[in-house]
């Protein structure tokens, strides 16, 4: 890695994986303004079952990922589909403690096999 | 350098004016053009051809194709002669030609023998400049052709007005958007208390600073007073940016400061506030949310007792006088705007003599650092520690200039507020 790319944010980046009737969006690196397009726009196809966002690499957390996460939740509701999330560790959980997610997404710790 | 007055069309002046409307002077390299000067090469068969426009002193070329130079003066250039002529102006044999043979280009190193340019004529009829093809060979041009050349210089016309046409709209939007956010920055403004209220009780000091790109966004603080001696704190962020989200930080600022007239219980207010950003809507109606984190401040016996409830907002921080180490004032609940009927929790803490509180919003926090990393909570904590014994004004100074230090990126408006125990 070069100095150059050691001193920049990570990249945002999302991966989905269809596990039955489950969605599994694997997140990585910082949610933050620049990378919440790249979420909806993944997501934007659920529309049954469940879609869990793994966040166990996901390093970062601020407003507009919450902000994010609130739209997803609105919309799951409105169209009737479970979201969950999973695997929030360090500074991502605690932002997510901090807003009540829990009282609102489902939230299971981020061990293999769960949710 | 002067020009041959001879080379100069009578409306010289309203013609530059004109060059500079159209503002392609020493623009980048442009595909369109390209296309054009390929095709005219390998339509006519020459080894150049080259769109210009003829500047003041010089003639600057467009798009060049099978030449390496990006302009040439205007007195040797034949397409200063060309856009004298509102049809193409053709030198078959220039080196015989009476009004060539002499140019510096033809009797040169160059050896330039046919020249056909088409002037680039504005609707209002001025020639910017020329689609011309050259050769180092004497060459023949029929009606045919000089009709093609036209019609090919009339393309590059068309490619120009679309691009003034284009830059047109997007100063007229870049006027109107300049204008909306200047309209959101007053209306900001207005949401801030102009200066904080001198209070017996308790020292306070304060800063608000906008995101440093152009649109304003939603962050806001409040200090108003509540009861006989009491006071309240309050730091937002709404979410999304320009006049909707700064309608919203209105709407919640006077909600707060109009329910804290009838309870002391800061969760209560926030409840409040969420049942008014809900009226007439339901949940997934409401484009912006908002953070907050409320304190009621009674004072007691030299102390200062402190009831907060906080939306989806940052922790408050407090730094114990003598202590090295940071506290959190955990407050937990869902930013408000969100969903209906949430629950908030009041929890209470006290400030002595000398602690200091520190209430703010995320762009202080995830501000980011020359290294890369966040300022965080920590950062916060270094200029707390640094500052013991200071005043809470020089406190939020010193915690601004922070953000103003070599190679930190703000990247979110900052809100902060700074509160002692006199």
Not at chain 2, 86 to 96: G, L, S, T, Y
Not at chain 2, 166 to 195: G, I
Not at chain 2, 316 to 343: C, H, I, M, N
Request: glycine content about 8%; charged content about 25%; hydrophobic content about 45%.
């Amino acid at each position: 890695m070069s100095e150059e790319d050691a001193v920049r944010a990570p990249v945002f980046r999302v991966e989905v994986r269809q596990e039955d009737a489950t969605v599994r969006a694997m997140l990585y690196g910082e949610l933050d303004m620049i990378g919440t397009g790249a979420l909806e726009t993944t997501l934007g196809g659920v529309r049954t079952g469940t879609c869990v966002l793994d966040m166990r690499h996901l390093t970062f957390l601020d407003s507009a990922g919450i902000h994010v996460l609130m739209r997803l939740d609105t919309r799951a509701r409105a169209e009737g589909w479970d979201l969950a999330i999973t695997g929030a560790t360090g500074a991502v959980a605690r932002v997510l403690a901090l807003c009540r997610m829990g009282d609102r997404i489902p939230i299971t710790d981020g061990s293999p096999g769960t949710a | 350098m002067s020009v041959d007055p001879a080379l100069l069309p009578s409306d010289e002046d309203e013609r530059l004016e004109a060059v500079q409307r159209y503002n392609v002077l020493d623009s980048p390299p442009d595909g369109a053009f390209d296309r054009v000067t390929a095709l005219a090469a390998r339509h006519f068969d020459v080894p150049i051809a080259i769109v210009t426009i003829v500047d003041t002193d010089r003639i600057w070329f467009k798009s060049r194709y099978g030449l390496e130079v990006d302009e040439i003066g205007r007195d040797p250039g034949l397409c200063a002669s060309a856009i004298l002529h509102d049809d193409p102006w053709i030198v078959e044999q220039a080196d015989r030609d009476p009004r060539t043979l002499a140019n510096p280009l033809v009797a040169g190193e160059f050896g330039l023998r046919f020249y056909a340019g088409a002037p680039l004529t504005t609707h209002d009829g001025h020639n910017l400049g020329t689609l011309c093809v050259i050769d180092r060979e004497p060459r023949e041009m029929s009606d045919e052709d000089s009709d093609t050349l036209r019609d090919l210089a009339a393309i590059v016309m068309d490619e120009l007005e679309l691009r003034l046409a284009a830059r047109t709209v997007v100063d007229r939007e870049q006027t109107l958007r300049t204008f909306a956010e200047r309209t959101a920055r007053a209306l900001q403004a207005s949401l801030l208390p102009p200066e904080l209220p001198a209070l017996a009780a308790a020292d306070l000091g304060a800063f608000y600073e906008p995101a440093r790109d152009a649109e304003v966004a939603g962050d806001f603080y409040d200090v108003f007073p509540v009861g006989a001696e009491g006071f309240a704190l309050v730091v937002g962020d709404v979410s999304g940016k320009g006049p909707p989200a700064a309608a919203v930080t209105a709407l919640v600022r006077h909600t707060i400061r109009t329910a804290s007239m009838t309870t002391d219980d800061p969760a209560a207010v926030l409840r409040t506030v969420n049942d008014a950003m809900f009226l007439g809507q339901t949940e997934g109606d409401l484009a912006h949310y908002c953070t907050v984190h409320l304190t009621f401040v009674t004072p007691l016996a030299g102390a200062l007792v402190l009831r907060s409830a906080a939306a989806g907002h940052p922790p408050g921080l407090v730094l114990r006088a003598g202590s090295e180490t940071l506290q959190e004032l955990p407050a937990f609940g869902p930013p408000v705007g969100w969903y209906k009927d949430p629950s908030f929790a009041s929890t209470e803490v006290t400030l002595d003599a000398g602690d200091v509180l520190v209430l703010h919003t995320d762009g202080l926090t995830e501000a980011r650092q020359a290294d890369g990393s966040l300022l965080g909570e920590a950062g916060i904590g270094d200029v707390l520690r640094r500052c013991q014994g200071k005043s809470s004004p020089a406190i939020a100074e010193a915690v601004q200039a922070m953000l103003h230090e070599p190679g930190v990126d703000v990247r979110d408006d900052t809100a902060v507020l700074v509160v002692q125990a006199r």
